[in-house]
């Protein structure tokens, strides 16, 4: 099994940046993808990008675009969400979560096996 540790999230003003880690233990090899998510008070829960085993693929949802990043370490079993610009509508809990059946790029939520605790994120204005 695979355990997922995020950390990173704080409290921070429009327009900053912040850095989320993803932390990966369990397996020998970290070579699945990897999605982050977040869910606001009293929405749904949304995927805010995703990335496949290497790097070599990755999806943003449109209102990160431009703003967020993701990459892995492998080397560091981590993946990692820069954030930059934040605006209040980025408030939320975000978690990473894992699969680790395949190596491609994973879009769908409900095909992610393995979930961290969440790290919360405020943007204040």
């Known amino acids: 099994q695979v355990q997922l540790v995020e950390s990173g999230g704080g409290l921070v003003q429009v327009g900053d940046s912040l850095r989320l880690s993803c932390a990966a233990s369990g397996r020998t090899s970290f070579s699945f993808p990897v999605g982050w998510f977040r869910q606001a008070p009293g929405k749904e829960r949304e995927m805010v990008a995703a990335i496949n085993y290497n790097g070599g693929k990755i999806y943003y949802t449109y209102s990160v675009k431009v703003r967020f990043t993701i990459s892995r370490d492998n080397a560091k079993n981590t993946v990692y969400l820069q954030m930059n610009s934040l605006k209040p509508a980025d408030t939320a809990v975000y978690y990473c979560?894992?699969?680790?059946?395949?190596?491609?790029?994973?879009?769908?939520?409900?095909?992610?096996?393995?979930w961290g605790q969440g790290t919360q994120v405020t943007v204040s204005s």
């Open positions: 979560a894992a699969n680790q059946d395949t190596d491609r790029l994973v879009t769908s939520q409900d095909e992610y096996d393995y």
